[in-house]
């Protein structure tokens, strides 16, 4: 995964991780599964050792979760938000 795209900000509100991204003037707000992933997008982690990290944390199924994660990662991305 790549990491987050270097002009957008980040503001934690109560666990729940706002984005701030100056090139489209949009702020996204996730939830606190979405902030999970989010910080899991730091360049280091591959989508299957984020799904495998987010199963153990929620102590589910992997296949559980996958697309929720997937889908997660395909919105950031498409926003601009990560590489």
């Known amino acids: 995964m790549g990491p987050p795209s270097p002009q957008v900000l980040e503001t934690d509100i109560d666990g729940d991780i706002s984005l701030y991204n100056p090139a489209s003037e ?6 606190g599964t979405a902030s ?9 982690h591959s989508m299957g050792e984020i799904k495998r990290l987010l199963a153990s944390s929620y102590q589910v199924e992997e296949v559980e979760i996958a697309g ?15 590489t």
């Open 36 to 44: 999970d992933v989010w910080l899991l997008c730091d360049g280091s």
């Open 26 to 31: 949009k702020v996204t707000v996730l939830n």
């Open 68 to 82: 929720d994660i997937e889908r997660t990662i395909n919105e950031l991305r498409e926003s601009g938000l990560i």
